[in-house]
């Protein structure tokens, strides 16, 4: 006979708790804990590339309907994508970098190669090293070359935007007297925009003072989304993205 309850104290129901129930609520658990580490990752943002630097192939078309396809029934195809292979090349102290993909070459000079603290003035073993990228853009064949300088975040954000654009335009004029009144240059000061390492320490700083030279590969160097004849240099607000503040 079940027990009386006490007067005043509410009726409690007691349901027997079997292995079934403890599977499912332990499958519910894990389903739940799943789905938010996927969450979390998609909130994760990618790296940041200054304009003009992203030159990824256009995705393939793909027939859904195509007989080749096997898919189970309800089942879609995930949008197609190219995956652009990269080859990174890093000298041991990191003062000189070059990235391969699909479509270009990224050559990235750190600032202390080139020139001396908080100047746009090149030192004597400077020229050797764009010498040297000047005929890999030769031999490539390219037409375009872009120039883009970055500092660090130290100092005012203004005095960053003219001290990276000053010195991308003392490497253009290394590299273009070698190369030909056919190539055209973008030439462009962007300061602290577009880090490559984190700017808490001073070897992020290091790396993030530096000037990038880009050019495509091979046939692709003889067109250029939103290229044009001559030179696009930084003297204008057109051609220069807001800089800002650094250090050499």
Same mark, same amino acid.
């Given at each position: ?23 499912? +609520?332990?499958?519910? /658990?894990? &389903?739940?804990? !799943? =789905?938010?580490? #996927?969450? %979390?990752?998609?909130? *994760? ?19 859904? +309907?195509?007989?080749? /396809?096997? &898919?189970?029934? !309800? =089942?879609?195809? #995930?949008? %197609?994508?190219?995956? *652009? ?23 990235? /000079? ?9 100047? %746009? ?128």
């Amino acid at each position: 006979m079940p027990p009386t309850p006490h007067p005043g104290t509410p009726a409690t129901l007691t349901t027997p708790v079997t292995a079934t129930g403890l599977a499912l +609520a332990a499958l519910v /658990l894990a &389903l739940g804990t !799943g =789905a938010g580490a #996927a969450v %979390a990752d998609d909130a *994760d943002p990618g790296p940041s590339l200054p304009p003009g630097s992203v030159t990824s192939q256009a995705p393939p078309e793909v027939d859904s +309907a195509s007989p080749g /396809l096997r &898919l189970e029934d !309800g =089942a879609t195809l #995930a949008p %197609a994508k190219v995956l *652009d292979i990269k080859s990174v090349v890093e000298d041991l102290g990191g003062e000189e970098r070059r990235e391969d993909t699909n479509v270009d070459v990224k050559f990235a /000079l750190q600032a202390e190669v080139l020139f001396a603290k908080d100047s %746009a003035r090149l030192n004597p073993r400077a020229q050797s090293r764009i010498t040297a990228i000047a005929d890999e853009i030769k031999a490539q064949g390219s037409t375009v070359v872009r120039v883009f300088g970055f500092t660090d975040d130290l100092g005012t954000y203004e005095h960053g935007k003219e001290l990276s654009r000053k010195r991308a335009e003392a490497v253009h004029k290394v590299l273009a007297p070698g190369l030909g009144p056919e190539v055209t240059f973008q030439v462009r000061g962007y300061s602290e925009d577009y880090p490559i390492a984190e700017n808490s320490s001073e070897e992020g700083r290091r790396k993030n003072r530096r000037v990038e030279i880009t050019f495509p590969r091979g046939e692709e160097g003889q067109e250029s989304p939103g290229s044009g004849s001559g030179e696009d240099s930084g003297d204008g607000d057109a051609n220069e993205a807001a800089g800002s503040a650094t250090s050499p």
